[in-house]
């Protein structure tokens, strides 16, 4: 990769992050019920006057349709004046304490084109090995930076309603980070240029990738789906295997603090490797987008070059 892309990411990546929220006393208070969401909330209302962004405990957990809410959630939900929710089917665990709240609700999906759960693709009825039912469409359309940019644009439109007085701010730092997210986006998209065909099969933790995998050109073949108290099955190790040696993939890809059990049984079996992405729906306050897609875009190249091309920082 050309080292003026990568400088142009990080300085993306850094202006992003530097769009932190101003302490102020509060008279709006904004709950998120994701960590993307609440990523851009909390850019978005960088220098509003009295604007507090919160978000719930839903990172605590690998599969949010086994999700419920803590009774700090409860308490956050309780003094919202604005509850962001990702939309899509995600917040099922939300929807009895939506019924009794008077907060404003913000569906960041609103006007997104989404994408079919592998699942409804690959079996019939849509229910996936464990037994849960995901719903038809795949929630995860953080993960294409385009539909992102969507994404923050209802969430500033939103806000603008909630909150016109600071209309003016959340308008200007929705351009600004929009013109950020699509400028990365073109980075990233270059740097996917040189791949090949055969560098462009992914198999991964979770079939949310499949937005990033669109976005840049890439397959995912499949994903492992390995969740807390659930392996894949051995039909479906099986599977995997055999994809990996169809394609003569070097690489799959396990979760962020997920368990890497089932990718490592699979990378003894055909020699592959196993390296690391990221769904981001979890990470620190002062966290940043950029970063977390720039590190599963670095983790791609790596993994498929065999070593380590590029470095972040």
Not at 30 to 38: F, G, K, L
Not at 49 to 56: K, N, S
Not at 279 to 295: H, I, K, N
């Amino acid at each position: 990769m050309k080292k003026t892309i990568l400088a142009a990411v990080l300085a993306l990546s850094l202006a992003l992050t530097s769009c932190g929220q101003a302490p102020a006393p509060a008279r709006l208070t904004v709950v998120c019920t994701t960590y993307p969401i609440y990523l851009f909330a909390r850019s978005l209302t960088g220098g509003a006057e009295g604007v507090t962004v919160e978000r719930l405990d839903t990172g605590s957990t690998s599969c949010l349709h086994d999700y419920t809410l803590s009774m700090g959630d409860m308490k956050k939900l309780e003094r919202a004046d604005v509850i962001a929710v990702n939309g899509a089917g995600l917040e099922e665990f939300l929807e009895d304490a939506l019924k009794t709240s008077d907060a404003q609700v913000i569906d960041c999906s609103q006007g997104i084109e989404l994408l079919e759960n592998l699942s409804h693709r690959h079996e019939e009825g849509g229910t996936d090995h464990d037994g849960h039912d995901h719903g038809h469409w795949d929630p995860h359309y953080w993960m294409d930076p385009a539909r992102a940019s969507r994404m923050m644009k209802n969430l500033e439109t939103g806000l603008s309603a909630a909150d016109p007085d600071n209309g003016p701010v959340y308008t200007q730092n929705s351009l600004t980070l929009s013109t950020l997210l699509l400028a990365w986006d073109d980075l990233a998209r270059e740097t996917f240029q040189g791949f090949g065909p055969a560098e462009r099969q992914l198999i991964t933790f979770h079939d949310g990738f499949q937005y990033f995998a669109e976005a840049y050109g890439l397959t995912l073949l499949a994903s492992i789906e390995e969740e807390a108290g659930s392996e894949a099955s051995a039909h479906e190790i099986v599977e995997i295997t055999e994809l990996v040696r169809e394609y003569d993939i070097p690489v799959i890809f396990t979760e962020v603090n997920g368990s890497s059990a089932t990718a490592d049984a699979i990378a003894r079996e055909t020699g592959c490797r196993v390296a690391v992405l990221n769904m981001m729906m979890d990470g620190p306050e002062d966290g940043s987008y950029l970063d977390g897609l720039m590190d599963n875009v670095i983790a791609v190249v790596n993994g498929y070059a065999g070593k380590e091309l590029v470095q972040q920082g």
